[in-house]
C-alpha cells in the first residue's frame, strides 16, 4: 500500500504540473489584462504598465511561471525598495485585487468550503444512505414509492432553485432561522451550525436523493447475491442479514462515488455558497476568474485539482480496506 | 485635466464614483422629480457653514451599531488609491481630507473645509496659488496631532507607481504635461518628500502652487488624496488594510472577502468636524452577498437586519416588492452624476437633420425599460445630469419620450438612412440596443447591430476612425461643475486618435470658443455658463441624443434613522446616519 | 431464555415433502416452479434430485430451507422437518432451524461466500448464531476444528483467508465446513461440485459420503450429473418442468429407468465404463417455459414416443405411478412392457453411466 501511495502522488504531482500549466498558458490566453482590471478608474496607458510591472505581468511567460513555482518551493520577493514584500514558502502569491497573500486568502476559505461539505455531506449520506436501503428492502411498499418519488424530485431539482425556496420559506417569509453565515467551529460551534443549517439541508436534500437512488439500486442487487442467500441459510436474522452482509458490499459503490463528491466539492461549491452568501473557495474562484486574479485563480485550481487527487487515492485505499480482494498496486 | 470615467458599463469594476453638487430644490406640487430641480450648490466659505459640530439631527440618538451589506469587497481604502465613492463614503468615516461636502438631507449640498478651516484660498486670486490652514485640535486615533506636513506627505505618497489607483487631479495640476508621475514617484526609496509646488511653511499651513490656473481645486480638495498620512504611520501597500484614523471611526476589524468593522476614535472630537455627527458607535460593513440577497433581506426587514442598508441598488426582480406600506418608506432613490447618451458619430453622420430626427426617434422609455424602468433612470434632455451645479431643464425637441414619427418622417426626407448600431455585449445592453433598434427600425431607419466584448467597449468607440454610427456610453464627473463635462466630451480640440471621450467626435470652432469663453468667466458665472452651453450644442448640433439619467434605488432597515441620498456620491450618506432605538 | 434444542425425532423418514407446489406470481404471468412434488429422505441416505434447469429441483430445495422470499413465492404441501411442519411456520421459528437442523452447500462457492469477510468468521458466524452462548474463541475453535474436518491443511492459518485466497476445492470444503458446523441433520447440497473440475469433485463427493457416515445425515443433492448421482445418492428423483417425472432407487433409475427423459438424460452423459466412441445423444428441444407448461405431459414436445398413445400425452398429465418394482414410480402414459421394449431397443446399447 505505502508503494501504491507513493507512485499515486506522483502521478499526483505531475498531474498538479500540467493543470498549472495550462491554467497559466489559458489566463493569458484571454485578451483582457489583469492591469486594466485593477488599476480602476481613470487608467492612462503609463498607469495600466505600471500595474503590469507590479503585478509582474510584463515578464515572459515562463519567468513568470517559474518564479510561481519558485515561490512554492523556496519562497519569492516581490517588488523592490520600500514596496519589498517577502512572500515566505509556500507562497502563492498575493491577489491582484487587494494585495491580500493568496495563503492566507485560502486559510479563509477553506474552512468554509470544508464546513459546507463535511456537514452536508454527513446529512446526505446518512439520509440518503438510509432511506436507499429500507427502500431496498421495503421494495414495491408505500415507503418505497413515495420515498422514489421524493428521491426523484430531489435529484431533478437544482441547487439554486431548491435553496432559494428555502431561503425565502425559512428565512425571509417566516425568519424561522437567520440568514446563512459563517462561524468558525472553534469560536461558537452552536452558531456554526445555526449558521450553515441551510446549505446543509439544501445540499442534504439534494443530494441524498441521488444517494438514495443509487444506494437503493446497490442494495437491491446486492441483496439478489448468493453470499446473502448463504447468510440467511445460516440462520441469521434479517437484520443481521442485511447490516452485516447485505449493507457492507453494497456500499462499496458508494464509497467511491462519495469520497469523489466530496473531493470535488472541497474544491468549491460555487452555487451553494452565492446562494447563501457564504465567502468559499467556490466563490472566491470565480471572482478571481471574473477579474482576472491570476495568483487565487492559480491556487484555487491547484487545491482543488489536489482534493481531487486525494479523494482519488483516499478512495482506492478506502476500497482496499473494505473489499479484500482488491490490490494496490 | 485629465478624464473623468465613464464606468458602470463594461468591465468587471462597477465603480461610480463622484461628487456631484445638486441640491433639489423641495418641489411643493412634484415630490422630487429631478426634472423640475435647480442647482444651488456651492463651495462655501460662510463661517457658521465651516465650523464644527455639525447641526445635530432632530430625533438621533447616539449608540447602536449600523451594518452596510455590500456585494463584494472593496479594493482600495488607502486614501491614495480611493477612487471609488463606496470607498470614499467609508474612507470618509475613518479620514478627513482638506475640504468636504456638507449635506442634511434636504437638498442643500456645501463644499466646506473638512481638516481645513474653510475651502482654501485663491492667495493671488489667479487660481495658482492656493492656500489651506488647518483646524486646531483635530487628533489621530493615538492622540497626536494632525499637521499639514501630514497632508503633504500623504498627497506624496499618491504618486508612487504602487499607490497609482487613485485620482490625480492635484497630482497632474502640479506636474502638467505627460503623466503626473513621470517626474516624481513619491517619498519612497530616497524621493523626495514632499512634490514641487507643496509647502508646508508650519504645521498648520498647506499651499500649493500651481503652473496653471485651476480654480476647480477646492473640489479637487475634496477627493481622498489630501487624507493626511503620518509617515511613521504609512505601512504602504498594507495601509490599504487599515489606514490611521483622523475621523471619528477607526478600523477595529478587516477580514477581506467578509467584513469590515469600524470602531469609535476616542481622540475624534466633534467641535472640529462640520460635516460628520457620527451617531452609531460601530459600523459593520459585510461583503459576499448577492445583489437580490441584499434587497429581500432589506425587504424582509427581520429584526438583525433593521439597522442595515445597502448601496446596492435593488435588481428588478425584487423591485415590485419595494412599493408596499411598510418598505416604499425606506426606499432611498434619486439620480446620480450619470448621464447616458446615443452618441452619433458625427463624422459619419453628417447630415443635422438625421441627427434631429434620431433625437426625435429614440423611444427613451424603452431604452429604459430595457434595463431596469424607472429605478435604473429617468428620460434625459441635456448633456449634464441634474446633479451638475447650475443645472437647468431645457428641452430642444420636445418630443414624447416615446419617439415622435411624424416629426421623424418629415426630417427624413423620404430617405432610409442606414445605421450600424455598435453596443456592449453585457446581457443588459444588448437587451437595450436591441429595443433601440426595434425602436428606429420602426422609426424609418435600417440599423445594424454591432456587439463589442464589454471589456474593450470604449477603447473601440474611442478610436476616431471607428466605423460605427450609434453606441450609447454614460459620463459622469468627479465633481459637480459643468468644466468636467463639456470640455472633455464635446469640445473637439480634445480629439485624439485613441482613448476618447469625445465620442461624438463633435469638432465645431464655435463650441470650442465657448468653452474657452466660459473658462475665463468669474467663478460664480461659470455654471451658468456651462449650462447655456449645453443647450447650445444641442440646439445647433445634435449630436447627441440624451437617453436618461443614471439613478439609484437603494433600501434601509426599519431602524435606520436620516437616511439620505448623498448628492455627493450618489448612495446613502452615512455622516449624519443613526440607529433608531 | 434460553431455548432448549427442540428433541430431535427419531422417526424415519426425517424429511416428508408431500405435494409440494411453489408458484411465483410475475409480471409475464403465473410461475410454477415446482408443482406437487412429494418425496421423502430418512437419515443416512441421500436423495438425489436430477433434472436440467429449470426443472424446480433448486426451487424444491429451497423451498424446504424456507429462502423463498413469502411475499413473492406462494408455496403450498407439506414440508416436514424432524417432524416439525415447515410450510405456515413463522418465519422467526423457521430461521432457528436453518443453519441448525438442516444446512445448505451452494453450488457456486464464489459467490456463495461473503467477499469481504474471512472463510473462518463466516464459519463462526454460523455456530455463533445458532450457540448464542458461545464466545469468540470457542466459535474460532469449532471453526477452525470443522475446516481440519472437511480436509483444509492448515486450518487455523487458512481460518484467517479470504475466499478469493482458496482454492475452488478448497473453497467447497470451506462451505461444507460451513453447512456441517452445527450438526445438521438434514444437508442440501445444490450443484456442489459443478464448479470444480473433476479430481477435486470425487474429492468432494468422497468427503460428503465420510461426513454422512459420521453425521448420520439426511443428503439432498441436486445435480444435473448423473455420474455424480450414481455415485453418492440412494434414490434418485427425476424432476421435469416443476414435476416428479421418475423417482427410485439408484439401481431402478439409472439401470432400470423408466421415463423418456430420464432415458435422455443417461443417453447424454459420457459413460465411464462403456463404449468411448459411442455417440452421445442429447434430448432435443429446449426445456419447458415454465409459465406456459406444454399440456397433459410436460415432456411430450421433446418426446420421441408421445404419439404412441393417441393424444393422451398431449391432454393428460401423467401422474407418479408404481412402475413395476417396489418403490419405483414413474409420470408416463406408455404401457410398463412397452417402455421397457423401447428402452432395450433403443437406448440400453448406447452406453449408459453405470
Not at chain 2, 448621464?339 to 430626427?357: C, H, P, S
Request: proline fraction near 6%.
Amino acid at each position: 500500500m505505502f508503494r501504491f501511495v507513493v507512485r499515486r502522488l506522483l502521478v499526483a504531482g505531475v498531474t498538479l504540473v500540467v493543470i498549472s500549466l495550462v491554467t497559466f498558458g489559458l489566463f493569458f490566453a484571454v485578451p483582457s489584462s489583469p492591469a486594466k482590471v485593477m488599476c480602476g478608474k481613470n487608467c492612462t496607458a503609463a498607469d495600466i504598465a505600471q500595474v503590469e510591472q507590479r503585478l509582474g505581468i510584463d515578464q515572459p511567460l515562463p519567468r513568470q511561471y517559474a518564479g510561481f513555482v519558485k515561490g512554492i518551493f523556496v519562497g519569492r520577493t516581490y517588488g523592490s525598495g520600500d514596496f519589498r514584500q517577502d512572500c515566505p514558502a509556500p507562497c502563492l502569491g498575493y491577489s491582484f485585487r487587494n494585495n491580500q497573500p493568496v495563503t492566507e486568502i485560502i486559510a479563509q476559505r477553506l474552512p468554509v468550503t470544508f464546513s459546507i461539505v463535511f456537514g452536508g455531506a454527513v446529512l446526505w449520506l446518512v439520509l440518503g444512505i438510509s432511506l436507499g436501503m429500507v427502500s431496498a428492502l421495503r421494495r414495491g411498499t408505500v415507503f418505497d414509492r413515495t420515498a422514489i418519488g421524493i428521491t426523484l424530485a430531489g435529484a431533478s431539482m437544482q441547487v439554486y432553485f431548491f435553496g432559494l425556496i428555502l431561503l425565502y420559506l425559512l428565512v425571509y417569509a417566516t425568519g424561522l432561522l437567520p440568514f446563512p453565515s459563517y462561524t468558525p467551529l472553534t469560536e461558537n460551534p452552536g452558531r456554526w451550525a445555526v449558521g450553515l443549517l441551510l446549505p446543509w439541508m439544501t445540499l442534504g436534500f439534494l443530494n441524498s436523493a441521488l444517494y438514495a437512488r443509487l444506494s437503493r439500486a446497490q442494495m437491491l442487487e446486492t441483496l439478489s447475491e448468493d453470499f446473502v442467500r448463504t447468510a440467511r441459510a445460516k440462520g441469521l436474522s434479517a437484520r443481521q442479514v442485511h447490516t452485516r452482509h447485505a449493507l457492507r458490499a453494497a456500499i462499496t459503490p458508494i464509497v467511491t462515488i462519495a469520497g469523489l463528491d466530496i473531493g470535488t466539492s472541497l474544491g468549491g461549491t460555487f452555487i451553494t455558497e452565492t446562494i447563501f452568501g457564504l465567502q468559499g473557495l467556490g466563490k472566491a474562484t470565480v471572482e478571481a476568474v471574473q477579474f482576472l486574479n491570476l495568483p487565487v485563480v492559480m491556487a484555487t485550481v491547484l487545491l482543488a485539482a489536489v482534493f481531487i487527487v486525494v479523494a482519488n487515492i483516499v478512495v482506492d485505499v478506502l476500497y482496499a480496506v473494505i473489499d479484500p480482494r482488491v490490490r494496490l498496486s | 485635466m485629465r478624464a473623468r470615467t465613464r464606468t458602470l458599463t463594461t468591465g468587471v469594476l462597477a465603480a461610480a464614483l463622484v461628487a456631484a453638487g445638486c441640491s433639489p430644490t423641495t418641489d411643493s406640487g412634484g415630490g422630487g422629480d429631478e426634472k423640475t430641480k435647480t442647482q444651488t450648490g456651492s463651495v462655501s466659505y460662510e463661517a457658521a457653514d465651516n465650523q464644527g459640530p455639525a447641526k445635530a439631527v432632530d430625533g438621533a440618538a447616539r449608540g447602536g451599531t449600523l451594518t452596510v451589506m455590500q456585494n463584494s469587497d472593496f479594493e482600495h481604502l488607502d486614501p491614495a488609491r480611493n477612487y471609488v465613492n463606496v470607498q470614499q463614503v467609508t474612507g470618509g468615516l475613518i479620514y478627513r481630507a482638506l475640504n468636504g461636502y456638507k449635506e442634511d438631507g434636504t437638498g442643500k449640498l456645501l463644499l466646506v473645509g473638512d481638516l481645513a478651516t474653510n475651502p482654501g484660498k485663491d492667495v493671488n486670486k489667479d487660481c495658482k496659488v492656493w492656500e489651506f490652514t488647518l483646524r486646531e485640535g483635530v487628533k489621530y486615533e493615538d492622540g497626536s496631532p494632525v499637521t499639514s506636513k501630514d497632508v503633504a506627505y500623504g498627497i506624496a505618497r499618491s504618486f508612487a507607481s504602487n499607490l497609482n489607483e487613485g485620482p490625480h487631479y492635484i497630482q497632474q495640476w502640479l506636474y502638467p504635461g505627460g503623466a503626473y508621475n513621470a517626474k516624481y514617484q513619491g517619498p519612497y526609496d530616497g524621493g523626495k518628500a514632499v512634490p514641487d509646488g507643496v509647502e508646508t511653511p508650519d504645521d498648520r499651513t498647506i499651499r500649493f502652487t500651481f503652473p496653471e490656473a485651476h480654480c476647480d481645486l477646492p473640489y479637487a480638495a475634496a477627493l481622498p488624496t489630501s487624507a493626511p498620512v503620518p509617515a511613521a504611520k504609512d505601512t504602504r501597500a498594507n495601509y490599504d488594510l487599515r489606514p490611521f484614523s483622523s475621523g471619528p471611526y477607526k478600523v477595529k476589524s478587516y477580514q477581506r472577502d467578509v467584513a469590515l468593522e469600524l470602531e469609535r476614535n476616542p481622540n475624534w472630537d466633534p467641535a472640529t468636524d462640520p460635516i460628520r455627527n457620527a451617531y452609531p458607535d460601530a459600523i459593520r460593513v459585510t461583503f459576499g452577498l448577492e445583489q437580490a440577497q441584499i434587497a429581500e433581506r432589506l425587504v424582509a426587514d427581520a429584526a438583525a437586519d433593521q439597522a442595515a442598508l445597502s448601496w446596492t441598488d435593488v435588481p428588478p426582480a425584487v423591485l415590485p416588492r419595494t412599493t408596499t406600506a411598510g418598505v416604499v418608506e425606506r426606499v432611498v432613490k434619486g439620480p446620480t452624476q450619470y448621464t447616458w447618451v446615443l452618441d452619433i458619430n458625427t463624422q459619419r453622420v453628417t447630415d443635422l437633420n438625421v441627427r434631429k430626427a434620431l433625437n426625435y426617434a429614440v423611444d427613451k422609455d424603452a431604452a429604459l425599460k430595457a434595463i431596469g424602468g424607472q429605478a435604473a433612470g429617468s428620460p434625459a434632455t441635456t448633456l449634464m445630469s441634474p446633479t451638475t451645479s447650475g443645472w437647468k431643464k431645457y428641452d430642444v425637441f420636445n418630443a414624447p419620450v416615446t419617439g415622435d414619427k411624424t416629426k421623424v418622417t418629415e426630417l427624413l426626407g423620404g430617405k432610409r438612412p442606414k445605421l450600424v448600431l455598435a453596443h456592449s455585449n453585457t446581457e443588459l445592453r444588448t437587451q437595450q440596443a436591441e429595443a433601440i433598434r426595434k425602436n428606429l427600425t420602426d422609426m424609418g431607419f435600417d440599423i445594424v447591430m454591432k456587439p463589442i466584448e464589454s471589456s474593450s467597449y470604449y477603447d473601440e468607440v474611442g478610436r476616431k476612425d471607428n466605423p460605427y454610427d450609434l453606441y450609447l456610453s454614460g459620463w459622469g464627473s468627479d465633481w459637480p461643475t459643468g468644466s468636467t463635462i463639456i470640455p472633455p466630451v464635446y469640445d473637439g480640440r480634445e480629439i485624439v486618435a485613441e482613448g476618447n471621450n469625445n465620442l461624438s467626435y463633435l469638432n465645431e470652432p464655435s463650441v470650442s470658443a465657448e468653452v474657452d469663453r466660459i473658462r475665463n468667466l468669474p467663478a460664480a458665472e461659470q455654471d451658468a455658463g456651462w449650462m447655456a452651453l449645453d443647450e447650445k450644442i444641442m440646439r445647433e448640433y445634435a449630436p447627441v441624443v440624451p437617453c436618461y439619467y443614471d439613478a439609484t434605488y437603494e433600501l434601509h432597515g426599519s431602524k435606520v434613522g436620516n437616511a439620505f441620498l448623498s448628492d455627493a456620491f450618489g448612495i446613502i450618506s452615512l455622516n449624519g446616519i443613526y440607529v433608531k432605538k | 431464555m434460553v431455548k432448549l434444542p427442540e428433541p430431535r425425532s427419531g422417526e424415519s423418514p426425517y424429511l416428508r415433502v408431500k405435494d409440494l407446489r411453489v408458484r411465483f406470481d410475475t409480471e409475464d404471468g403465473v410461475v410454477r416452479a415446482v408443482d406437487g412434488v412429494s418425496f421423502s429422505v430418512e437419515r443416512g441416505r441421500t436423495l438425489g434430485i436430477v433434472g436440467e434447469s429449470g426443472s424446480g429441483k433448486s426451487v424444491t430445495s429451497l423451498a424446504i430451507l424456507g429462502l423463498h422470499n413469502a411475499k413473492r413465492a406462494a408455496i403450498s404441501g407439506e414440508i416436514s422437518v424432524g417432524g416439525r411442519q415447515l410450510v405456515g411456520m413463522p418465519e422467526e421459528e423457521v430461521r432457528r432451524l436453518r443453519g441448525r437442523d438442516m444446512a445448505m452447500i451452494f453450488q457456486d462457492p464464489l459467490s456463495a461466500l461473503h467477499p469481504y469477510y474471512t472463510v473462518g468468521r463466516q464459519i463462526a458466524e454460523a455456530y455463533r448464531v445458532h450457540h448464542p452462548r458461545a464466545g469468540k474463541r470457542e466459535a474460532r475453535g469449532r471453526a477452525v476444528d470443522m475446516l481440519g474436518r472437511v480436509g483444509i491443511p492448515q486450518p487455523g492459518k487458512r481460518f484467517d483467508q479470504y475466499p478469493h485466497e482458496f482454492s475452488g476445492g478448497m473453497r467447497q470444503r470451506a462451505m461444507i465446513a460451513m453447512a456441517l458446523v452445527n450438526d445438521p441433520d438434514l444437508l442440501i447440497a445444490d450443484e456442489p461440485t459443478t464448479a470444480l473440475d473433476v479430481t477435486v469433485q470425487a474429492q468432494i463427493l468422497d468427503l460428503l459420503e465420510d461426513l454422512q457416515g459420521e453425521f448420520r445425515s439426511a443428503i439432498i443433492l441436486i445435480t444435473h450429473d448423473l455420474g455424480v448421482v450414481s455415485q453418492v445418492a440412494d434414490d434418485v428423483l427425476v424432476m421435469y418442468g416443476g414435476r416428479a417425472v421418475e423417482h427410485g432407487s439408484v439401481e431402478q433409475v439409472l439401470r432400470r429407468p423408466q421415463h423418456p427423459y430420464t432415458w435422455g438424460l443417461l443417453s447424454s452423459v459420457p459413460s465411464l465404463h462403456g463404449d468411448a466412441d459411442a455417440d452421445l445423444v442429447p434430448i432435443k428441444g429446449n426445456p419447458p417455459s415454465l409459465i406456459n407448461l406444454p399440456s397433459g405431459c410436460a415432456f411430450h414436445p421433446r418426446c420421441r414416443y408421445a404419439d404412441r398413445n393417441g393424444d393422451r400425452s398431449r391432454t393428460e398429465v401423467p401422474e407418479l405411478r408404481p412402475a413395476g418394482e417396489a418403490g419405483h414410480l414413474v409420470a408416463c402414459h406408455l404401457p410398463a412392457d412397452e417402455r421397457t421394449r423401447l428402452y432395450q431397443q433403443d437406448i440400453a446399447q448406447v452406453g449408459v453411466a453405470q
